[in-house]
């Protein structure tokens, strides 16, 4: 784990990719290729939004009117006196509350375009998340993975939301008054304006760099705690198996006290800025109504001038207020975004060929040919494995741990591509067809059946979506499950629980076996599918899953020797190579490399 000291170490890539290349990321999302009525919403937004900023700036000359109205000072325009004090009043309230439904419009006409491309960008990310390959995921840690999409997805709605129309808006806010400023006073007014906010972005922008590199440490430490927290839950078994929990909440306790000291860091540091930003404001407030005063009083000036130099004065400072805020979230959300878009960036391993057409499975041969394959180079898992699974037979792969049993199906199903050799069906290379036909033609039944965290139903259903309810009831017949779940309170409704945790060991697996029933692959693959479950389960299971591979080509990994007595033919793995092969009864009478794996096996369960 990372130390306070070492934080900033992974973040610099990321820190580089926030500005300019972010929001070039970004643009795309706003105006969408091909979306007339996205990109004629983005127009009328920005058009309602200027005019907002026209009446704005033009709001403090009724006010300015009004005061001179009441002091007496309005004496050579014939329509303000016409008007009167009164009216003018009234007109002021009008200009301000067209200003607010403005904005209120501006952001109803965008909304749907901003939150659009939220979920777009959120499906782009998922399913980019699904397409990284295996070797990906294994390494990544799935707490800190989720913190990384949600900090970027509100990042994206923070960017949307702001900077298109707070950031924007008030630069142009900001130079209209600056020139009216000008042209109706002196050039005096235009400077301190100009140096006041100068001095503003310089110290907002300097301070909030260093704080960026504080709040770096603090999501470190949020997402430490997070994944901490997450793991352990993942794993909530195994701490009630150890009596572990009171090292696993002092364990959290001691990301969350990390993550403690860098939060008040953060807050410490916003003091600072809060506090710099407001002297700032209030010294160049007081330098510009100090030189209005001195115009009023040499009579250069109207009251109604020193009060619209007032509302000018406020309606500048309040949005640098807000700029200061806006500027420190904009640059945390192009930090969480630049994470994202890493992400985003992460080239998937295993991709479909140029021209990779759909797999067509006529009989369902399975070749091997010379496959090598390693994990790290420096460590070769498969070294020139060749076999050969002829359609309709079942053939199961033994051997000791490590020898690369399950990297075989891997391999099958193309988690990974080989290092070398090729592995085919029915003479088509896997890696010149595509992934999703390849997927749809083998059906896998793993060691340990992870259930979605939701009903019976919708876990068999998994298999193949469209199923009809009688379909989905004739799978779990078939998996000897149908009884069990009639049981039930809520029948096929009885919701299953994070990774299935409601199910015993069994059910899950018959669940599983149901699901793969009515995905009906002509290829199933059984990864040491019953080596969890006790004697009779496996037993049960067993026969259940010798019905289910009638009529299918079947690669059975196995532990327990005992449940691939009767494979047609038994493939032995030793440290990534074949060395040797045929029935059960025929490699008994070899006295080879199985012969001493099942003997061991036969004493150790006597035993």
């Known amino acids: 784990m990372r130390s306070l000291g070492q934080s900033d170490a992974p973040t610099d890539e990321t820190s580089r990719r926030a500005g300019w290349t972010v929001i070039r990321r970004v643009a795309p999302y706003l105006w969408p290729a091909g979306d007339t009525t996205a990109r004629t919403r983005v127009v009328l937004a920005i058009v309602v939004l200027l005019a907002s900023k026209v009446i704005a700036v033009g709001t403090p000359f009724l006010y300015k009117a009004a005061v001179d109205a009441l002091s007496g000072e309005v004496r050579d325009d014939a329509t303000l006196i016409a008007l009167g004090a009164v009216w003018l009043t009234v007109l002021y309230g009008v ?21 659009r491309a939220l979920r777009t960008l959120a499906g782009e990310t998922f399913t980019h998340i699904h397409r990284l390959s295996m070797r990906y995921h294994i390494t990544r840690k799935t707490g800190g993975l989720s913190r990384i999409i949600e900090r970027g997805v509100k990042g994206v709605d923070f960017l949307l939301r702001f900077l298109l129309f707070s950031m924007g808006p008030l630069i142009i806010e900001l130079l209209m008054i600056g020139a009216v400023l000008f042209v109706l006073f002196d050039v005096w007014y235009l400077v301190a304006v100009v140096v006041t906010i100068a001095a503003y972005v310089w110290f907002t922008v300097t301070v909030t760099e260093w704080r960026v590199k504080i709040r770096r440490v603090m999501n470190d430490q949020d997402t430490d705690a997070n994944q901490k927290a997450i ?12 009596g572990a929990e009171a090292r696993e909440a002092q364990r959290y306790d001691g990301a969350m006290q990390r993550y403690e000291a860098a939060a008040i860091k953060t807050n410490y540091s916003l003091a600072v800025l809060n506090f710099g930003q407001s002297s700032i404001i209030t010294a160049g407030l007081v330098v510009v109504m100090v030189m209005a005063a ?20 406020i309606q500048i400072t309040m949005p640098l207020s807000f700029l200061g805020t806006v500027y420190r979230e904009i640059r945390q959300a192009m930090i969480d975004m630049g994470g994202m878009f890493d992400l985003l960036e ?3 391993e295993v991709v479909d060929a140029p021209g990779a057409r759909p797999l067509q499975v006529t009989a369902g041969r399975v070749q091997f040919s010379d496959v090598t394959f390693a994990y790290d180079p420096a460590r070769p898992i498969l070294k020139g494995v060749t076999l050969d699974v002829l359609p309709g037979q079942t053939v199961a792969i033994v051997g000791s ?4 049993k399950s990297t075989i ?20 290379d896997l890696r010149h067809v595509t992934q999703a036909s390849l997927h749809a033609q083998i059906g896998v039944v793993p060691q340990d059946t992870v259930l979605f965290n939701d009903t019976i139903h919708y876990n068999i259903a998994y298999g193949r979506p469209d199923a009809t309810e009688d379909e989905v009831r004739a799978a779990a017949r078939a998996a000897n499950i149908d009884g069990f779940i009639a049981s039930l309170p809520d029948g096929y409704q009885t919701t299953v629980g994070e990774r299935g945790l409601k199910l015993s060991g069994g059910e899950k697996q018959r669940v599983g076996i149901a699901r793969t029933l009515l995905k ?12 969890a479950l006790d004697s009779q389960t496996e037993a049960e299971i067993q026969r259940e899953l010798r019905a289910v591979g009638q009529g299918r080509t079947v690669i059975t990994i196995a532990h327990r020797l005992s ?9 032995v793995l030793e440290e990534g190579r074949i060395v040797e092969h045929g029935t059960h009864d025929q490699l008994l009478a070899r006295a080879g490399r199985y012969a001493q794996l099942w003997n061991r096996q036969t004493q150790d369960d006597a035993a």
């Open 231 to 242: 793991d352990s839950l993942l794993n909530f078994e195994t701490v009630k198996y150890f």
């Open 563 to 571: 449940t691939i007595q009767d494979a047609d033919r038994i493939v």
């Open 409 to 428: 199906g891997r391999m099958l199903f193309r988690f990974y591509d080989v290092t070398g050799g090729a592995v085919s069906i029915d003479g088509q």
């Open 346 to 348: 992460q080239p998937a």
């Open 294 to 313: 001195i115009g009023v009083a040499n009579g250069t000036m109207t009251v109604g001038d020193f009060v619209m130099v007032n509302a000018y004065m």
């Open 401 to 404: 741990s490590g020898a690369g």
């Open 520 to 531: 009906n692959p002509p290829i199933l693959l059984l990864d040491e599918a019953t080596s």
């Open 95 to 115: 200009s301000r509350l067209a200003t607010t439904g403005l904005q209120q419009l501006r952001d109803v006409i965008f909304t749907p375009v901003g939150q």
